[in-house]
């Protein structure tokens, strides 16, 4: 069982790090967000819950590819000012193949159970 | 703003600093991220309602961060693998750039170049075939190279479009069809190309399969980088391309099919050219109405010069399956039958485009040296000047022309001049003169085929300098000189004794056409124009064009420049006769002694009359529809309605017309064989009591398939059968020469125009006649005339004596003409270099003491002193009253 967890653990995390450029790119679709509720919103999703300090590369690494941009900075009454970020229009090209390809994996997926299945 | 403790601080940025190179990794902006730590550090102080950011803030802050692996996970992180794996991926990568490079080199860098190469050098087109015929298979073939980069430069990871994807699916169909066409055409050759290979060759055979299997290699490339969608039922949990492949049907096959399109036309010639010689006329004329219908007329003036071009799948093709595997002289008859025009009429064909070479280089090769027809222009080779002097004797009723002519050769080959020489009606040739080392030497006169196998030996064995001259029809003989020496000149000179023409018997004034060219295999004629001085006893009336008369020392003259190509109509002059014509008697050295010749001008037998029936035979060829009006106007139009007339259309099946046509009912199209339809016309006048046949034809470069058909019937007519011919335009006509010898075709002496036909037919014109008397025959108080007058009596008598009828004479007809120098049906004369080669070929060259000249000739002086001492002699005999 031991192996069995360590392989899961292993594989969860490489899913994990794939989904999550995806589920913030879904979040950004809907609305613009600086990044404390980037990681609220993705918290909401069991499973794919991520620290504040480990988004902020994710989020720069993404803005240098031209996916993200900081729209605006807002001031926030009790703490520093905050940078809002937003999907480019490429980022959003890019999400619906994400998209896209993800419905295929699903169906593939479903085909493969219905052929497994006695 | 919430403050920060330099210790704190201090912490932070160390921290900060050791993952600088991590985050830079990770492809994000380091400095960025310190901020947004900072910032949230900020944040979660504040919210705990702290004033100043202390060490332990830092370090809880940090542990979390460090814990959360500080965002810093690899985004695609290596699998776990063992070291052979990623051994096992790296070695596919590099395959993987080895066959980019590979395409890059085969499907693109290969078929660009070779169609660069063949544009400019023509390579394949000159050793094979042509594989870029037009501009469009260019365009076509440039389309492949196109197609794989495109191909190549849209799967590129870094380059994923949808767009450049669904242009690159399309463009590698086009590929795929172009290029399989061109490999099927290059598949004889294929094998060769792999062994070639072998020696470091044989790549640009290959090019078209190189690129079409760098094309289907592009495709699976496209397939694979495409976006695929599970195809439904029956075969659901397969998937097929989404895109940006097309189907082939869509793509590849309409490329292949245009190309097929394309070659038809090549086709059509490969397949058509040998039924457009079939010896049956029904099959002729369908395969000449293909041919016109489907071929390609610069295809077929190709196959006139080049056997070849058959290395690719499609003429081998037509040869399994058609049999077809044309000669150059079939594919030379065809061009004619198709398109009216001898294939040497018109300039050779060049390759296309970039490629401005000929595709025939006739730099060095001329397949008719030597022959008997005057064929295709050669290169380089250029009438440089022309002069004809003369005398006019209008008491002699005859005059003397010299042509002198100077070629000059400019290309890097000797090669000969042929001319075909329109000849005043009823004149003979009676000198040839060759200049070598600037000093003329005289021709020998000899035997017709004697003369040109002496020709042939010394001028294409030995290749020496030699002339020949030789009849080739009536009125008309082939003047060949070789070798023009390359980058030099020949200069020769024919002597032309005519009689002088007497349309109307009743009118006193006679006329002379001068001579012309009627084909030649040499250029420059149509800027060089000849000089004409003629000398004439009496003033002309009228000249042609370009000509005047003036009178030089006393003597009137007939001066001007003429054109001396082929295409200008021939020039006329007429000149007062003596009304009545007084009789001349002439004595010629050569005759038996104390014998003369007495000339005599008869009128008309009988008072002019038209034939009661007549044959009409019209050339349908297209080279008579320039002439159509005249032709109904001046001729049919003008003869006699009580004429029983039969009309004979000659196309390329004859067609039988009732009456007289109109100018509607004549079509002319191609080139047309003269054969079927004379011979129709010849079983229609045998059953009209061999009524005259009146040939109107345009130029005959083709021999007749009839005409042995011809000669029956003319030796069975037993010499009542004739066909009086005229000839509009320039041209061989073999037809006539074919049947020389029968004495069957006989050209009308037209003058002015075309009206002079049916006036010949109404035997108005005056005739000569010319009989030898011995001396007690000789009439008294005859002037003397000229010799030529004797030279005009042995050609009548040359024509009497190898009459088709009187065999048994021919060898005195040589020996007459030999006598004579006369170049005539039986004999030619011929110009060689030295005594040696006249031996070797049993003749002797001319006395220059007895040809004629312009000047006085030193026999003719000889003959006044004779023919005064003669008619001193007679006087005596004579008793007095």
């Given amino acids: 069982m031991s192996e069995n967890t360590t392989y899961i653990a292993q594989w969860t995390t490489q899913m994990r790090r794939g989904w999550l450029e995806t589920c913030i790119f879904n979040v950004l679709a809907h609305e613009e967000l600086h990044g404390y509720g980037i990681m609220l919103r993705l918290q909401d999703i069991p499973g794919l ?6 988004l902020y590369p994710l989020l720069s690494r993404l803005r240098l590819q031209g996916l993200l941009a900081v729209c605006r900075v807002e001031n926030s009454p009790d703490g520093p000012a905050r940078k809002i970020y937003g999907l480019t229009p490429r980022g959003r090209q890019v999400l619906a193949l994400m998209n896209d390809h993800f419905e295929r994996m699903k169906r593939q997926h479903q085909i493969a159970q219905k052929r497994s299945a006695p | 703003m919430i403050a920060w403790n330099p210790a704190a601080l201090d912490l932070f940025n160390r921290h900060c600093e050791n993952r600088r190179d991590a985050l830079l990794a990770a492809g994000a902006d380091p400095d960025e991220v310190f901020g947004d730590w900072k910032t949230l550090i900020e944040a979660h102080a504040a919210a705990a309602g702290e004033n100043e950011i202390a060490t332990d803030r830092v370090q809880r802050e940090l542990i979390d961060l460090v814990a959360a692996d500080g965002g810093l996970a690899d985004p695609d992180p290596e699998p776990v693998a063992a070291k052979p794996v990623r051994r096992g991926r790296a070695v596919r990568a590099a395959f993987g750039r080895f066959r980019t490079a ?40 440039a389309l492949v190279p196109i197609a794989n980069a495109w191909a190549l430069l849209a799967t590129r990871p870094q380059r994923e479009s949808e767009r450049a994807f669904r242009i690159a699916g399309r463009l590698n169909g086009i590929a795929l069809g172009i290029s399989a066409y061109y490999a099927l055409q290059f598949a004889i050759i294929t094998p060769f190309a792999f062994i070639a290979l072998i020696f470091g060759a044989g790549l640009l055979p290959l090019a078209p399969l190189l690129a079409f299997l760098s094309a289907s290699a592009l495709r699976g490339r496209l397939v694979h980088a495409g976006i695929r969608r599970p195809f439904l039922w029956p075969f659901a949990g397969r998937t097929i391309p989404v895109r940006p492949v097309t189907p082939w049907y869509k793509t590849a096959l309409p490329a292949f099919v245009l190309l097929v399109l394309l070659s038809l036309p090549r086709l059509a010639v490969q397949i058509g050219i040998e039924p457009a010689n079939d010896p049956d006329p029904a099959v002729r004329a369908r395969a000449v109405w293909f041919l016109r219908a489907f071929g390609s007329r610069d295809l077929l003036l190709r196959k006139c010069y080049r056997q070849g071009e058959n290395a690719d799948l499609t003429s081998l093709l037509t040869q399994k399956l058609f049999g077809a595997s044309p000669t150059t002289a079939d594919a030379q008859n065809a061009y004619y039958r198709v398109t009216g025009n001898p294939y040497g009429a018109v300039p050779p064909p060049r390759l296309k485009g970039l490629r401005g070479q000929e595709l025939i280089d006739s730099e060095w090769f001329d397949p ?74 005289e021709a020998a006169f000899g035997g017709r085929s004697q003369t040109r196998q002496a020709y042939r030996q010394v001028a294409v064995r030995q290749r020496r300098d030699p002339v020949l001259v030789t009849t080739a029809g009536p009125d008309r003989v082939l003047l060949q000189c070789f070798p023009v020496p390359a980058d030099g000149s020949l200069k020769t000179r024919i002597g032309i004794t005519a009689p002088l023409l007497v349309p109307d018997a009743a009118q006193g004034v006679a006329a002379l056409r001068l001579p012309a060219f009627a084909e030649q295999n040499f250029g420059g004629a149509p800027k060089v124009q000849t000089s004409v001085w003629l000398e004439s006893d009496r003033p002309a009336l009228a000249v042609g064009a370009g000509l005047h008369v003036e009178s030089a020392g006393n003597v009137p003259a007939i001066r001007g420049q003429i054109p001396a190509d082929a295409s200008a109509p021939a020039v006329c002059l007429q000149v007062p006769l003596e009304q009545p014509y007084r009789p001349v008697l002439s004595r010629d050295e050569r005759l038996p002694a104390d014998t003369a010749i007495l000339q005599t001008l008869e009128g008309p037998a009988v008072p002019a009359a038209f034939p009661p029936a007549l044959a009409v035979v019209v050339d349908g060829s297209a080279r008579m529809a320039p002439y159509a009006k005249a032709l109904v106007q001046d001729v049919l139009g003008r003869i006699p309605p009580d004429t029983a007339v039969c009309t004979i259309l000659a196309r390329d099946l004859p067609e039988v017309l009732s009456g007289i046509p109109s100018a509607d009912a004549l079509r002319f199209a191609g080139g047309c064989d003269n054969g079927a339809a004379l011979v129709a016309a010849a079983e229609w006048s045998a059953t009209n009591g061999f009524a005259p046949i009146l040939w109107l034809h345009a130029a005959q470069p083709l021999e007749s398939g009839e005409s042995e058909a011809l000669r029956q019937i003319a030796d069975f007519s037993r010499g009542q059968l004739a066909i009086y011919s005229h000839q509009f335009g320039p041209g061989a006509n073999r037809i006539a020469e074919k049947l020389a010898d029968q004495r069957l075709i006989r050209a009308i ?50 024509a009497w004596l190898s009459d088709p009828n009187r065999k048994i004479y021919r060898a005195e007809a040589v020996d007459l003409a030999q006598t004579f120098q006369l170049v005539t049906p039986v004999s030619g004369a011929v110009v060689l270099e030295t005594a040696a080669q006249y031996k070797a070929n049993d003749l002797t060259p001319a006395d220059p003491a007895t040809v004629p000249g312009i000047v006085p000739e030193p026999a003719t002086g000889l003959l006044l002193l004779g023919g005064a001492s003669l008619l001193l002699a007679l006087r005596r005999r004579i008793p007095s009253k």
Wanted: glycine residues 10%.
């Fill in chain 1, 49 to 54: 819950g991520i620290a504040e300090g480990s």
């Fill in chain 2, 102 to 141: 590979l395409l890059w080199l085969f499907g693109v860098a290969l078929p660009l170049g070779v169609l660069a190469f063949e544009l400019l050098a023509g390579f394949c087109a000159e050793a094979l075939f042509d594989p870029i015929p037009t501009w469009l298979h260019a365009l076509l073939i």
């Fill in chain 2, 368 to 441: 008719a040296l030597g022959g008997d027809q005057v064929a295709a222009r050669v290169r380089g080779l250029a009438l440089a000047q022309s002069r004809l002097d003369g005398r006019v004797d209008s008491a002699s009723g005859c005059a003397y022309l010299e042509w002198t002519l100077e070629f000059r050769n400019a290309s890097k080959t000797a090669r000969e001049a042929r001319a075909l020489i329109d000849l005043p009606p009823g004149a003979v040739v009676s000198r040839v003169t060759l200049w070598i080392d600037d000093e003329p030497r």
């Fill in chain 2, 749 to 798: 002496p037209v003058l002015a125009g075309a009206t002079d036909i049916v006036d010949y037919l109404q035997h108005k014109a005056g005739r000569w006649q010319r009989e030898r008397l011995s001396g007690a025959n000789r009439p008294a108080g005859v002037p003397v005339g000229s010799s030529h007058v004797a030279r005009l009596w042995a050609a009548d008598e040359i």
